[in-house]
Structures are given as structure tokens and as C-alpha cells.
């Protein structure tokens, strides 16, 4: 069995299954639950000033019959007293010693109220902080939050602050309401930061009632904007967890992934992008603490098939495999093709081929079983994959490499010999007028289509 135990920014845990700082961690009653359930580590809900919150303050989004693929919440940090919190947190640590306990922490702008409550939390004994610059509702509008993850001098200046006094790693949460998160990133390192944990919630209005024409949630009439959370945004968390493990300024950088990891596919996924630990909220939220025995039992199950003998061989194991568009071969092409044996006639991909792309799928003459099926026409076909995406039979559809005809071209390669139009000389480039001979033969009703054997017949030499 492989090893599942991890190591983000010096802390430890036995497993890379972290509670995300939210309701689930917000006491030592449920952070109990949560470990002997077994999860690996927590971050306790942001502990700080006092806050009120609203009643009615989450909003879910369902999608044909699935609950919860989102949640907005306007839910502010912890609403316990910050006594009753760090005596809370220290019997956690006592209790579990071998768990992660990091602390959240969040206070006004001051240097002083922040070397203050860093002090007063190391003394629970916790094994990290992590500084919520990130929340986009409630706490920005008191300047704290997002307002501060916003602005990367102020990352830099208040991480600066708190590693002044702190003895402890300390990870720095960062918003992704911003053009660019690595500028986060960048100003957590230069501050000092240990590591980084990403993303936290995306700034949403979930939904209206039609029927009243109010927000959901709704608060006596009237709503705000909250943070958008679960599996609806998990591609915007990994594009961003990537980009941060992807920049060289940034290499090493330990990173605590965060954002709709509700699968052990989820955890495996922000792992191979960069993270060394993933971080769960609304899964919980939705379906309990028991969540981490499946996320425990598939993972295992998948380092062992892949003869992995730790977690940690998967953690940054794709990160070389994103690049730009630039970079990418334009020569290299698939072509889609239809299993007569398990198509259902239901036109769904003869549908939006027709009307979405270049209208090269059709019927013809299926089985005893089925008058019908679905054949795409190989000549015409761009492999541009939406098909097999909207087929509901798995595997149906599928997309095969063909052999190569062309040698390989990229978009940057090609700029390099024939100029970008507006960025070189009016002799040179790619217009609509003049294709240079490199892709001149590849234009036809489609645009830039090129060839593959079912155009050209046998491969020629590359």
C-alpha cells in the first residue's frame, strides 16, 4: 500500500486530506468527528474580530438534477470567541498530535494586530497559519480579505508583518478575484510566505427566485454577493494551482490546493498540477466527514496501479505538460469514430455537429436492433472532440490519433517565418488573402483544416 502521508511548507500530516477553512472546522466537536473519521489535517475556520452573521446564507446551484455542483455563501468567519477558539484548537492538537491543525487567521491592517494574534495562536500549539487574503464578502468590505489579496503590496507587507513573529510555516490563501493569481503568489514568496493555498472562493451571485425576483440566499428581501464554491469551479482552481507551480519565480513553492475537490480524481488531479495537499469544504458540507474514506481508499487504490510508493511521486507529476496555445502542434490530428455496436440512435452528436461545428456526422443503416446509428465522414471530420463530449454512451464515440502526414508545426514556429499581421511588415503574416506555403495547401470551406489519411491517403514522409 502507498505511502499516503505528505509534507506542505514543513507540515506534516498522515494523509493529503485537509479540511478547508469553512463551516466543517469550526470547533473541536466537529474537527473530533473529522479525525477519527480520517482526515489528515484541518484548517480551523478564520479565527478574528467579532462578526454577526445572517441567517439564509447559503445558495446552491443545481444542474439537471444534480444538487449542489456550486454554493454561494455570505457566511463570514468564525463567530466564536477568539478565546473559546485557540483553547479549542489546542485540545485538538492534544487530542490528535499527529494531525495537521493549522490556524486561519485574519485582522485588520495593523502590524501590531497581527504580531499579536500570531503570538497568542503559536501558543495553541497549531502547526501552521494560513492568512486568509482571500474572502470576497463581509470581511473585504471591512478591508480585510480579498481587499487585501487584491492588492500584492499588501500581501507582501502583512505576510512581511506576521513572519516577523512567527516561529511556525505559514501559508498564505489567496483570492482568485484577481487578473492574475502568480502576482499573489510572487508578493506571498517575497513577503516571506512558506507556501501558498489556492483558490479560495470566487466572487458570485448564485441564482434569483422568479417567482419573487429576490437573490438566493435571500436575507428578509434583499441579497449580496458571496463566495461561489464545489465542483462547478474545480477547472478554474487547477488552471490557477498550475500557473503558480508552472512559473519559474515560483518553483518550490509548496502549495495547498483548494477548490470543488469532492473525488479522489479531484485530489489526485490538483496533486499532479502542483499541490501537496488538497483542501475539502463543500463536499463536506454536502455529504459528511465519511467522504474521506472513499477519497483514501481510491487514492491508494490508484497509486498502487500506477506502482507508486508515495503520494508525494504524484505532486507536480503534469505541470511540464502545460503550455500555450503557441506551443502546440498544429499537424497533429484526431479523428472521430462512432461504435456502431453501442450507438442508440440518438442524433445528439449529428445534432451539434450540425449545428455548432462543420456538419460531418449522418445516419446509416444500423443493426437488427437498431435501424439507425451514427457514422462520421473522416474526410470532412476536424477532430475537435465535442461529439464524443455530448455522447451519452461511454466510449461510443472516440477520438483516434492518425498517422502523421505533416511535420510538426506550432503557431509560434509558424509566426517565427512569416510574421504576425499589425506586429511585422505589411508584406508579411497571415491574412484571409494570403496563406504563406507552409498552410496554403491546409485551407479549405473550413479554414485551416489540416490532412490526415483519410484526405490524403497513405502518410508521406515527415
Not at 502521508?5 to 507540515?11: K, L
Not at 513577503?191 to 419573487?212: C, K
Request: aromatic fraction near 6%; glycine fraction near 12%; include cysteine.
Amino acid at each position: 500500500m502507498a505511502d499516503l502521508s505528505t509534507d506542505t511548507a514543513g507540515i506534516q500530516s498522515p494523509n493529503p486530506f485537509w479540511i478547508a477553512s469553512g463551516p466543517p472546522g469550526n470547533s473541536l466537536r466537529q474537527v473530533r468527528l473529522a479525525f477519527e473519521a480520517g482526515w489528515g489535517g484541518v484548517v480551523w475556520k478564520t479565527v478574528g474580530g467579532p462578526v454577526i452573521d445572517t441567517a439564509m446564507r447559503y445558495g446552491g446551484l443545481d444542474v439537471y438534477g444534480r444538487k449542489l455542483v456550486g454554493l454561494n455563501n455570505i457566511e463570514l468567519i468564525s463567530d466564536r470567541p477568539i478565546e473559546v477558539n485557540f483553547a479549542e484548537i489546542a485540545q485538538a492538537k492534544e487530542e490528535f498530535p499527529d494531525r495537521a491543525v493549522v490556524v486561519s487567521l485574519m485582522v485588520e491592517t495593523e502590524r501590531q494586530a497581527w504580531h499579536e494574534v500570531v503570538k497568542r495562536a503559536e501558543q495553541t500549539g497549531c502547526d501552521g497559519f494560513e492568512l486568509n487574503f482571500g474572502c470576497p464578502h463581509g470581511m473585504s468590505e471591512r478591508n480585510m480579505g480579498a481587499a487585501v489579496g487584491q492588492v500584492p503590496e499588501y500581501i507582501e507587507m502583512i505576510t512581511g508583518w506576521v513572519k516577523e513573529v512567527a516561529t511556525i510555516p505559514v501559508l498564505v490563501k489567496l483570492t482568485p478575484n484577481i487578473t492574475n493569481i502568480e502576482s499573489g503568489a510572487l508578493a506571498a514568496k517575497a513577503g516571506g510566505a512558506d507556501g501558498v493555498s489556492a483558490i479560495n472562493t470566487i466572487n458570485s451571485i448564485v441564482g434569483l427566485d422568479l417567482d419573487t425576483w429576490e437573490t438566493r440566499p435571500s436575507v428578509n428581501g434583499k441579497g449580496s454577493h458571496g463566495g461561489y464554491a464545489g465542483p462547478a469551479v474545480k477547472p478554474i482552481a487547477l488552471h490557477m494551482v498550475s500557473s503558480i507551480a508552472h512559473n519559474p519565480e515560483l518553483a518550490g513553492l509548496p502549495i495547498s490546493g483548494i477548490g470543488g475537490a469532492h473525488t479522489w480524481q479531484d485530489v489526485a488531479e490538483f496533486m499532479l498540477l502542483g499541490a501537496s495537499t488538497v483542501q475539502v469544504c463543500t463536499a463536506i458540507m454536502h455529504h459528511g466527514f465519511r467522504l474521506v474514506g472513499e477519497l483514501e481508499t481510491g487514492l491508494s487504490n490508484y497509486l498502487d496501479s500506477k506502482g507508486l510508493a508515495s503520494v508525494r511521486d504524484l505532486v507536480g507529476g503534469s505541470v511540464e505538460r502545460i503550455s500555450s496555445f503557441g506551443d502546440l502542434d498544429l499537424n497533429w490530428q484526431v479523428r472521430a469514430k462512432v461504435d456502431p455496436d453501442s450507438c442508440i440512435g440518438c442524433g445528439k452528436c449529428i445534432e451539434v455537429c450540425r449545428d455548432n461545428q462543420v456538419d460531418c456526422i449522418d445516419w446509416e443503416n444500423g443493426t437488427v436492433n437498431i435501424g439507425r446509428v451514427a457514422k462520421v465522414d473522416q474526410h470532412e471530420c476536424i477532430g475537435c472532440d465535442l461529439c464524443s463530449i455530448v455522447c451519452p454512451v461511454t466510449d461510443c464515440i472516440t477520438m483516434e490519433e492518425q498517422p502523421r502526414v505533416l511535420q510538426e508545426l506550432n503557431w509560434n514556429g509558424l509566426n517565427a517565418k512569416v510574421g504576425v499581421p499589425g506586429f511585422s511588415d505589411e508584406t508579411s503574416g497571415i491574412t484571409w488573402e494570403r496563406f504563406p506555403a507552409e498552410v496554403a495547401p491546409l485551407v479549405d470551406s473550413h479554414g485551416f483544416h489540416n490532412p490526415s489519411t483519410a484526405d490524403t491517403g497513405e502518410p508521406e514522409p515527415v
